[in-house]
């Protein structure tokens, strides 16, 4: 069964670049498996930019996906893969 890989994009009010993650587990054989995840991951990195001064107080929000290797081809416009 393919495997799902979860792409989260973080972005903060008032920074330019938004900050991006990719995470690939082998638990992550349904989408719901890799849904199952987002909360943990989004508190954990929501707790990880508290602490930083200069993003305390700030307004985060996420966009998370989960995505088979077919899914995340299409999504990065990957015509033809060697994996």
Do not use: H, W
Request: a negative charge.
């Amino acid at each position: 069964m393919d495997a799902f890989t979860m792409v989260i994009v973080a972005c903060i009010s008032g920074e330019p670049n938004c900050i991006t993650s990719r995470i690939n587990e082998s638990v992550f054989t349904t989408a719901q498996a890799c849904e199952a995840r987002i909360d943990d991951i989004t508190r954990s990195m929501t707790l990880e930019f508290g602490r930083r001064p200069g993003f305390k107080g700030r307004e985060v929000t996420y966009d998370v996906s989960c995505m088979n290797r077919t899914q995340l081809a299409q999504k990065l416009g990957i015509v033809t893969s060697e994996t």
